[in-house]
């Protein structure tokens, strides 16, 4: 390691300090690495690299570390290479609808760049004012516009990475089509930072929709709401989020931190619909007719303070929920959208069977809910309850179609579930994959396969 | 053989007449294969790559026979295997969008089928009417809307496919989104039948737009017709399609089959919108300001006769360019659309300067020129001078960032340039690959490698 210091000067850290907070992710595991790195260039990555190459270091890709499955949590002996000082916007193309960044870029920062210029990065995970477009492309990140716009893969039409052996490669095309030879690019987006280290992104962009306007929906009954979302999408409108909040997360916000929503409800919906102003009034009230038809009670955020009174609750429920109780096992699955309902009822007996606590809110309009097992892990029993919980909601989601993760990915927390979903002939196939690109294994090692 | 037809009665054939039938395809190359296989099930698909993949038989996936580069031709000794009778859509899912569809099923039939009960699936190539779904994901199919909706990949949600040793797999999830372990999916998609045998396809839908109005737009200037597309997009209105025709392609349809359109013109656009009346009115009224201003003459379709009209000039081209020369090398090269108006003024240079007719066509909204250099095969000479252009304009076509192909694939015309696009590195992750799939080389042998 010292002799890699020496190639990088000032890039390499083995201070105590910088070891520890290096060590963790959004997921909560904690595992010291013995260095961390911080390039500024593609050369300083290849550097690092091709010195890890040859002296079997594993390598662990770090963005912001906002994780929630551990994808960026050392393994022991590892070195940390953490991407947040490459964080140039380096070019945005207005005429071909492109933009290339270094994968530091913080998604939130470069929304607010497009915007001034009119343009619309769509991908928005709840993290977006600080996760990285590096972290995003590696989880294939999501967020509540996915149901109209799509995730991260939808948007990257190439990188520069570097392979574990320090070899540059470019792939994908800056054209807005392309089909020579296989789609590396979208094997590199959600490999989480298994297969090479991205070193520039180039995203797809839009034009700014003209107008946006925010609904929010509340009902005394949840199979309501869930018809609401059926009956919304059956008129042949997208919003661009359709977001729930179930009973027990409503009760966790206003008791952590009152927003004004009533405490007797069952359910919430966040409505936004963007577009030309005239056709999306016209879906405004569309979409108000089916809600109070289903006997809910809709408000129209009428400017931007409401407008942000109403994401402000939907942001607010991961720091309430710690309120609950000290420990979130947070998974993020998704089933067929018209299955949501059961798959509600599925938890709440869940949950009525094992006495643990479950808030469940997500995004209505693909089929993906958050849903947060609180326990205490101090309390071993209740924990391992917890934990033998999440194994009997993925067998749920599985048999009704679903997949157990649809933002998170799999990292280091659901590796072991991982061929509940992979049979062996694929699971097999993505390993022999992994060793095309990292046959010695050093590129975030032990994340995905178990 | 033997062994196989008689373990699929009815389902082999060695027949001479078969073999002719299926052994070339829109490349205008031919090779006879040994035997024509007609699947019916994943079970017979499993059956035949069983047998071949224990006798070194190698198999050729087909469609329709519609690909433009040979992807579907046989090699010597080959089995073509024909999709064409797993030609059932197997689900169309309202609630969740999604329909499943074997690979046999023709586009513009599911188009139809779609339109019935409100839905759209946009890949619209321009042999909708008899290319087949299993094709366009073998090849990721573009068309048209791509410029709006995207290409083939972006629809495709997962597939069951046969891998060269018979054994079956599952990509992708029926959910709208899925996170677990690398896109096998997008591997798939666009591999030009080398990798697998996809048996079944989960495809994407959307709501039919409300409606649609086609512009056709026409120019005394071809840059100026450039500029139109360019202050078209830069006003945040994206088409659905927005097609442009060249001088000579005008000639040769009005002198093929004329449909009136005035020949002394330079340019001529296809624009059309679609979405909610009243805002694609706004966008029509916009777009029309834009090409007046540039000397442009506009015309709007005010029914679907004039629409048809419209679209029958463009689909027209393919049939007219025989009536110019006997042999159409037909590139479909993709440049950022920023440098059409620069791609094309290459393309003229170099015809003046090798007095080879060449007729350019195609998707401005993403760049995508169909370029035809038009020859006669049996003048050597000219046929030698048409091939040594290719090397030019993909030379040209890379210089300005761009692709050597957009929607046609690789398949065996492009093998041979494939390096000029692909660089060594990503060309042996591509090969190996191809290994881990099919190490045996058996499927679809030759194409998109040297």
Redesign the interface.
């Known amino acids: 390691m010292k002799k890699l210091a020496e190639l990088l000067p000032g890039k390499i850290s083995t201070a105590k300090e910088d070891l520890l907070c290096y060590g963790f992710d959004a997921s909560g595991l904690e595992v010291a690495p013995s260095a961390v790195a911080w390039p500024q260039s593609t050369d300083d990555v290849v550097k690092i690299l091709t010195f890890a190459h040859s002296n079997d270091v594993p390598v662990i890709p770090r963005g912001a570390g906002s994780g929630m499955t551990g994808g960026s949590v050392p393994s022991k002996g590892a070195l940390v290479l953490s991407l947040e000082k490459m964080n140039r916007i380096l070019e945005i193309?207005?005429?071909?609808?492109s933009v290339l960044v270094e994968p530091g870029v913080i998604n939130g920062r470069l929304q607010r760049e497009l915007e001034r210029q009119?343009l619309f990065y769509p991908p928005d995970p709840a993290s977006m004012n600080f996760c990285t477009i590096g972290g995003n492309v590696a989880?294939?990140a999501?967020g509540p516009r996915?149901?109209k716009y799509?995730?991260t893969?939808?948007y990257v039409m190439g990188v520069e990475a570097v392979?574990p052996d320090g070899?540059?490669?470019?792939?994908g095309?800056?054209?807005?089509?392309?089909?020579?030879?296989?789609?590396?690019t979208?094997?590199i987006?959600?490999?989480e930072g298994t297969?090479a280290v991205v070193t520039k992104v180039r995203l797809r962009v839009?034009?700014?929709p003209?107008d946006v306007i925010t609904l929010l929906a509340l009902f005394n009954d949840e199979v309501r709401a869930g018809e609401a979302v059926?009956h919304i999408?059956?008129q042949?409108?997208?919003p661009r989020t359709l977001e729930f909040l179930d009973r027990e997360t409503i009760h966790a916000i206003e008791n952590y931190r009152p927003t004004g929503i009533p405490k007797d409800i069952e359910a919430l919906l966040i409505i936004e619909l963007d577009?030309?102003p005239?056709?999306i009034t016209?879906e405004a009230e569309k979409v108000s007719g089916a809600i109070r038809k289903l006997q809910g009670e809709v408000t129209m955020a009428e400017d931007e303070a409401a407008r942000e009174k109403i994401w402000n609750a939907r942001r607010a429920i991961s720091p309430a929920l710690y309120h609950l109780k000290p420990t979130k096992i947070n998974e993020d699955i998704?089933?067929?959208?018209?299955s949501i309902p059961e798959m509600l009822n599925i938890l709440r007996r869940l949950s009525g069977e094992t006495g643990i606590t479950m808030v469940n809110f997500g995004h209505a309009?693909?089929?993906?809910i958050h849903v947060n097992i609180m326990v205490d892990k101090s309390n071993k029993e209740e924990y391992e309850k917890g934990l033998k919980l999440v194994k009997e909601i993925f067998r749920a989601t599985l048999e009704l179609?679903?997949?157990?993760?649809?933002?998170?990915?799999?990292g280091l927390t659901?590796a072991a579930y991982?061929n509940m979903?992979?049979?062996p002939?694929?699971?097999d196939?993505?390993k022999?994959?992994?060793s095309?690109?990292d046959p010695k294994n050093i590129l975030n090692p032990g994340k995905?396969f178990p």
Do not use: W
Not at 93 to 97: R, T
Not at 365 to 368: E, L, V
């Open positions: 193309d207005k005429d071909n609808m009119k989880e294939n999501g996915a149901v799509g995730v893969k939808d392979l070899r540059v490669i470019n792939t095309v800056k054209t807005a089509k392309g089909v020579v030879g296989y789609d590396l979208r094997l987006v959600g490999s297969l839009l034009p700014l003209e059926k999408l059956a042949g409108i997208i577009g030309h005239q056709s016209k998704v089933v067929p959208r018209s309009g693909d089929g993906n179609g679903g997949t157990i993760s649809g933002e998170h990915g799999v659901k991982i979903e992979i049979p002939a694929e699971l196939l993505m022999k994959i992994k095309v690109f995905i």
